[in-house]
């Protein structure tokens, strides 16, 4: 199954007014998520199921995208990308979905949770990962035995050029 991650584009900064959980995108991610789909048009990257944090700027960030590429499916809400959810849960979820068939699977969520399903996935530790705001990193995976995977590739918003993959 391949399964590409999707940090939230960037976001308000958190504080003791305004709870995580709230955080809204600011311009600066709207046009973030923007140029993620120029991108992923330009180079056939649709995706065949999107599942979202329920956070705000995940949500947010997925609805643009969704808005953005022509083609893509309605993201879908899952509890097990909300923030600190254990990397076990996620994997467990994951397999899940391969089982029904999914192929292609991308989840917009959060650091460090990212980081850590991907570095559980790779084999390596969580230090070696850096998932950046609304960047794109795809594994292909296999839950078939033990969840392992192979790192496709990882883009950050700043390098994404329509026609380059």
């Known amino acids: 199954m391949l399964i590409t991650f999707l940090r939230h584009a960037t976001a308000e900064v958190g504080g003791l007014s305004l709870p995580d959980s709230d955080r ?4 600066k991610g709207e046009k973030q998520v923007k140029r993620i789909a120029a991108f992923c048009l330009a180079n056939g990257l649709i995706p065949e199921s999107i599942y979202c944090s329920p956070l705000l700027r995940a949500q947010q960030t997925a609805r643009l ?19 600190e959810t254990a990397t076990p849960t996620i994997l467990t979820e994951l397999s899940k979905l391969a089982r029904r068939g999914i192929s292609d699977a991308w989840l917009v969520g959060h650091e460090p949770d990212f980081s850590t399903a991907i570095s559980r996935l ?5 230090d070696n990962i850096v998932i950046k705001k609304a960047s794109l990193t795809r594994l292909d995976t ?9 790192l496709l590739w990882s883009i950050p918003c700043a390098l994404m050029h329509q026609g380059q993959t």
């Open 142 to 150: 296999d839950f078939s035995d033990q969840a392992s995977a192979k």
């Open 65 to 83: 995208l969704n808005q953005s590429l022509s083609g893509s499916p309605a993201p879908q809400t899952v509890s097990w990308l909300a923030i």
């Open 122 to 126: 790779l084999g390596t530790t969580p």
């Open 24 to 27: 809204a995108l600011i311009d």
